[in-house]
């Protein structure tokens, strides 16, 4: 059987999707890209823009990879579609130019919402389902009317953005129903423009296109489309739909009565009805199915799953999935979580109501258990918080529609936890369905294009064909205490809620103070030219080349290191920026490269720059401290971790002559002498927490060792952080089975563990060295090695390096030499990379970057002013010092 694929796209608010089926076997493949929405300027931190041309690449990467997954060849996809996340609004002018494109979250037109609820909202609600809310297309453009007026009169076309999405494919400037539903201006018993309203606003109807059902066939796939997506030029484009309403296709909500729970980032409930059923009071909304003739009555428990992510990331921020962590351990807690009530994540639809929604956590040290047990019990009194109010938004539909659900189907990313869907099922006492995928908007939006292409005659027929069903539950025998628990639950939501209406506002002058520094454009009016000869990671070059001109050129790759003077000058040549690593940038240098404006040295310490002679001609340095942290503090453990099991011993004992296969008495003696120890409760002393010290701390955490350091400019508080003892030098080094030195090179520290301190350190403890020789009296090291009172030694760093092959420390059978390796790892190009677009980035925006060696020249820094001109008598001065070189 020939194989028939259909594509679904789906542009959430934090990510975009592509879900690939096959048509004959229901196999899905998916791919998914993340994005997020910068804030819009001059709104007050309540506006936020959507990068439609990110959208675009990331659609475009996300289809490229789920074809690739499912096998599928451009030739065997049927037809395309796309849904998108509601209450989306983009603005086009006759020539398709964007002019203005904003997500969901978007709240620019507050003040106008709040005066057409004011003077309109059950009007309004009346005809189209919808109370007012900042969220909508309509305060949008009253926005635009007051507030850019300029831009409205250039509008030709107002979309979705799965309207738009379905355009760029290439199938023409028309709205979808669902969508169009959306925005505050659609009739809904008529399912059309409500022209009247339009008028009455003062909006010109002709930027209103033309509207089209969902499954309807568009056109073709543009060609640069095809070339984008890895498809066919021509293949069927049909309209989407609203995601939520998509969401109920791919989830088998088909007929009126079904319920689908769309457990996402947010968590609407939606009915499907045969005919418009408005809520009297206006809590509710009420819109179009993507299925022609039926309609949906909709309450919503709001950003359930983005608080759930945001708590778990809270409660286990140390896990790399900390919601999977959440549930985890939420399963081990009984129902009712030991007496603590959440409403985190917990809301009960009003769309009368525009508040900061604000959650509780209500316990008892009396009452509640406490360390691990506790967190498991916190944990699931959110998913329990998050179940009520499912329950809670349920009983509003039905209390409205005079009917109870003749079927609950639950969807979104929440429903893969089968803890939730359980917990769910008891706390509804009634037996739910779980759908075969998360990805039920994309699936939804496949049987759009299956639709459009010809496949299924209708909607229902295509959900027949392809809706799975993953598992399904009924009420358990934690059902009838889970009853008991809601009223308790529902009762407490009700008392409270003045009081988080209350803690909203206050919440909202916070929001409103914090608004000021999220104003600040993140533009570049300057796009300095720069030369890297340090190695960066590509993601970094991209970066870097968002706002800068790159000439690069990395030591390693052009195996090339600038010893300053006129060569490295020359290298220069039109470039206001130098981003080194090894370089020698000396007063030569910097005095014939006339042009260069700022140095970024990769470099924990920056020895091979002439600081002094910079700072003289006003020109700042930045730098990178902690680039190499991580790649220092694995190479610390891994020392800890081969003394402590003497690897290096064992290593060399397989390579001894004379032992032949299956030799049982060379064994026996390897079992004897190489007997090692566990890093489990010993003791390891930290001399310097900085970047270093603190993530060997950290990585020293899940061994269980007791770790304790000394650095008189760290206090008690952040070491706890590291989960760190501070003691005193005298204390650590008589405690510690392993002292390991990550203090700075200067003069206090110059000789700091001699002879008195080796003689500290408890017999047999072991020494490790990842910093700076000179940190260190090596004569009284291997006098504390060769007297037996250290097991042993692991050294990255010493007085003249290389060391001699003939050193005794190189010689010595229980000492670990390595040539300086601590910092060179492949990933320290990301790292120093990820820096230096970080700090550079905030010059070229004019801001004081974090990581700046003199500070002091930024009183007359300036991009477009010439640099400081020295007098003769400064620049002999500066002449005669002495250059710095390429290591400390």
């Given at each position: 059987?020939?194989?028939?694929f ?6 959430g608010?934090?990510s975009?999707r ?10 899905v493949?998916a791919?998914?890209?993340e994005w ?6 001059g ?5 936020y823009d959507?990068d439609?041309?990110?959208v675009?690449?990331?659609?475009g ?5 789920a074809?690739?997954k499912a096998?599928?060849?451009p030739?065997?996809?049927a037809?395309?579609?796309?849904t998108?996340?509601?209450n ?19 709240a ?8 057409l ?11 189209g ?6 969220l909508?297309?309509a ?6 009317r007051?507030?850019r ?14 309207d738009w999405i ?15 539903g959306e ?9 059309s423009?409500?022209?009247e309203?339009?008028?009455s606003?003062?909006?010109p109807?002709e930027i ?5 059902a969902s ?8 060609t ?23 969401g109920?296709l ?22 499907v ?5 408005m ?12 299925i022609?003739?039926?309609f949906v009555?909709?309450?919503n ?10 708590f ?9 999935e900390?919601?999977?962590?959440l ?6 807690a009984?129902p009712g979580?030991?007496?603590i ?9 009003d769309?009368r ?6 959650g509780?956590l ?15 019990c916190?944990s ?10 499912a329950?809670?938004n349920?009983?509003q539909i ?6 109870q659900?003749s079927?609950i ?7 893969r936890?089968?803890l939730?869907t359980?917990m ?6 009634r037996p739910?369905?779980v ?13 759009c294009?299956?639709v459009?292409?010809g496949l299924?005659?209708?909607?229902p027929?295509g ?22 628990l809601?009223?308790?639950w ?10 988080e209406?209350?803690l909203?506002?206050l919440?909202?002058v916070?929001?409103l103070k ?5 104003e600040?454009i993140?533009?570049?009016e300057h796009?300095p030219?720069?030369?890297v ?11 870097l080349?968002s706002?800068?001109?790159i ?20 290298a ?5 920026v ?5 370089d ?6 910097i005095r ?14 920056p020895v091979?720059?002439d600081?002094?002679?910079a ?5 700042p340095?930045?730098?990178t ?12 453990v891994?020392f ?6 003497r690897l290096?011993q ?7 002559s ?6 049982l008495?060379?064994m ?11 890093l ?15 993530r060997?701390?950290?990585r ?23 989960d ?9 080094m008589?405690?510690?089975d392993f002292?390991?030195l990550?203090?700075p090179k ?8 001699g002879?008195?301190?080796f003689?500290?350190m408890?017999?047999?403890a072991?020494?490790i060295?990842t ?8 004569e ?6 060769q007297s037996?009172?250290?097991a ?5 760093v010493?007085?003249?390096e ?5 050193d005794?420390l190189?010689?010595?059978d ?13 990933e320290?190009?990301a790292h ?17 970057p974090?990581?700046l ?8 820094f300036s991009w477009e ?6 007098t ?9 010092k ?7």
């Amino acid at each position: 059987m020939d194989r028939v694929f259909l594509v679904g796209l789906d542009a959430g608010g934090g990510s975009g999707r592509c879900l690939v089926v096959e048509v004959n076997s229901g196999e899905v493949h998916a791919a998914r890209r993340e994005w997020s929405h910068p804030s819009a300027p001059g709104t007050l931190g309540l506006g936020y823009d959507l990068d439609l041309d990110l959208v675009w690449k990331k659609l475009g990467e996300a289809t490229r990879e789920a074809l690739e997954k499912a096998g599928a060849r451009p030739g065997e996809v049927a037809g395309i579609a796309a849904t998108s996340m509601r209450n989306t609004t983009v603005l086009l002018d006759g020539s398709g130019k964007v002019l203005m494109a904003v997500p969901n979250q978007d709240a620019r037109a507050l003040g106008e919402s709040m005066s057409l609820a004011g003077e309109r909202g059950r009007e309004i609600h009346g005809l189209g389902g919808h109370w007012p809310s900042p969220l909508f297309t309509a305060p949008r453009l009253l926005w635009l009317r007051n507030n850019r007026p300029e831009v409205l009169e250039k509008v030709r076309a107002v979309l979705s953005l799965s309207d738009w999405i379905a355009w760029r494919l290439g199938g023409g400037l028309q709205a979808e129903i669902s969508q169009a539903g959306e925005t505050l201006l659609f009739d809904l018993s008529h399912r059309s423009w409500a022209s009247e309203l339009i008028h009455s606003l003062g909006l010109p109807s002709e930027i209103f296109p033309p509207l089209v059902a969902s499954g309807v066939r568009l056109g073709g796939l543009s060609t640069e489309a095809a070339s984008h997506l890895g498809l066919h030029v021509g293949t069927p484009v049909a309209a989407g739909g609203a995601d939520t309403q998509c969401g109920l296709l791919g989830a088998g909500a088909v007929d009126p009565g079904d319920v689908a729970v769309v457990a996402g980032t947010t968590m609407p409930l939606q009915m499907v009805t045969g005919e418009p059923v408005m809520d009297p009071e206006g809590r509710l909304w009420s819109g179009a199915h993507v299925i022609p003739g039926l309609f949906v009555l909709e309450s919503n428990g709001l950003t359930a799953g983005y608080v759930l992510e945001w708590f778990s990331g809270l409660l286990y921020a140390d896990y790399r999935e900390p919601l999977l962590a959440l549930l985890a351990e939420a399963s081990s807690a009984a129902p009712g979580a030991e007496g603590i009530y959440s409403t985190l994540g917990a809301f009960v639809f009003d769309a009368r109501t525009v508040t900061i929604p604000v959650g509780s956590l209500s316990l008892s040290h009396m009452v509640s258990p406490s360390s691990r047990s506790g967190r498991s019990c916190l944990s699931r009194s959110v998913l329990e918080g998050i179940a009520y109010s499912a329950r809670a938004n349920l009983e509003q539909i039905e209390e409205v529609t005079g009917r109870q659900a003749s079927r609950i189907l639950v969807a979104g990313g929440i429903s893969r936890s089968e803890l939730w869907t359980g917990m769910l099922s008891d706390v509804l006492g009634r037996p739910l369905a779980v759908a075969g995928v998360s990805e039920v908007s994309a699936l939804g939006a496949c049987l759009c294009a299956g639709v459009g292409a010809g496949l299924f005659r209708n909607l229902p027929e295509g959900a027949r064909a392809l809706v799975r069903t993953a598992r399904e539950h009924s009420p358990g025998r934690e059902s009838a205490e889970y009853q008991e628990l809601y009223r308790g639950w529902r009762e407490a939501y009700e008392l409270n809620a003045p009081c988080e209406s209350h803690l909203s506002g206050l919440m909202t002058v916070c929001l409103l103070k914090r608004a000021p520094r999220e104003e600040i454009i993140l533009s570049y009016e300057h796009r300095p030219r720069v030369l890297v000869t340090a190695s960066m990671d590509e993601r970094s070059l991209d970066d870097l080349a968002s706002f800068c001109e790159i000439v690069y050129r990395p030591w390693r790759e052009e195996k090339r290191v600038y010893d300053g003077g006129k060569e490295l000058a020359e290298a220069l040549g039109g470039c206001q920026v130098l981003v080194t690593e090894m370089d020698v940038v000396d007063f030569e240098s910097i005095r014939s490269s006339p042009e260069l404006k700022v140095i970024v040295v990769c470099r924990g310490n920056p020895v091979n720059v002439d600081l002094e002679s910079a700072t003289a001609y006003g020109i700042p340095v930045l730098w990178t401290p902690g680039r190499n942290a991580d790649a220092v503090a694995d190479l610390t453990v891994a020392f800890m971790l081969m003394l402590a099991r003497r690897l290096p011993q064992a290593c060399r004992f397989l390579r001894e002559s004379g032992i032949t296969a299956g030799d049982l008495s060379a064994m026996a003696r390897a079992y004897l002498e190489f007997q090692g120890n566990e890093l489990w409760r010993k003791t390891v002393g930290i001399i310097g927490l900085g970047e270093v010290g603190k993530r060997v701390a950290r990585r020293l955490r899940p061994f269980g060792a007791e770790v304790l350091f000394y650095d008189p400019g760290v206090g008690r508080e952040e070491g706890a952080l590291c989960d760190a003892i501070k003691v005193s030098l005298e204390e650590l080094m008589a405690r510690s089975d392993f002292v390991t030195l990550h203090a700075p090179k200067n003069e206090a520290t110059r000789g700091m563990i001699g002879r008195s301190a080796f003689s500290m350190m408890k017999e047999g403890a072991y020494f490790i060295n990842t910093a700076r020789a000179s940190l260190v009296d090596h004569e009284a090291l291997l006098e504390a090695l060769q007297s037996g009172r250290l097991a042993g030694a692991a050294l990255d760093v010493f007085p003249q390096e290389p060391p001699a092959s003939d050193d005794p420390l190189v010689l010595m059978d229980q000492v670990i030499t390595t040539p300086h390796i601590g910092g060179n790892t492949r990933e320290i190009a990301a790292h120093q990379g990820s820096l230096v677009v970080e700090q550079l980035g905030k010059l070229v925006r004019k801001e004081k970057p974090d990581y700046l060696l003199n500070p002091e020249v930024m009183e007359y820094f300036s991009w477009e002013g010439c640099r400081r001109v020295l007098t003769p008598e400064e620049e002999d001065r500066l002449a005669a010092k002495e250059r710095p070189s390429m290591t400390s």
